[in-house]
């Protein structure tokens, strides 16, 4: 009998809950530097999960997590544009 397949496990950068990778929102920062939503999980570049829910897309401005996340002071569009992707999908 074969093994159970592995499922990919990613904890969330706003509540630090751990959950499958396939429920979870990816937050991409590419080599030019540019920070956005990938919806499609296989953008190139540094990757950061976050909660498919209001609460956790809400914190991640307050609390100015991709700053901490990606090392990189992230100006305030580009937490308003991820807001704006995750509200559109």
């Known amino acids: 009998m074969p093994a159970p397949k592995k499922i990919p496990m990613r904890t969330c950068i706003a509540c630090r809950t751990e959950k499958p990778k396939k429920e979870m929102l990816r937050i991409v920062r590419n080599a030019a530097g540019e920070i956005r939503l990938d919806l499609s999980g ?14 956790c897309i809400l914190r991640l401005r307050k609390q100015k997590l991709l ?6 002071d992230v100006p305030e569009e ?7 992707e995750f509200r559109a999908q």
């Open 42 to 55: 296989k953008l190139p570049g540094r990757g950061a999960y976050i909660c498919n829910s209001e609460a």
């Open 67 to 72: 700053n901490k996340t990606f090392s990189c």
């Open 78 to 84: 580009v937490y308003q544009s991820v807001e704006e």
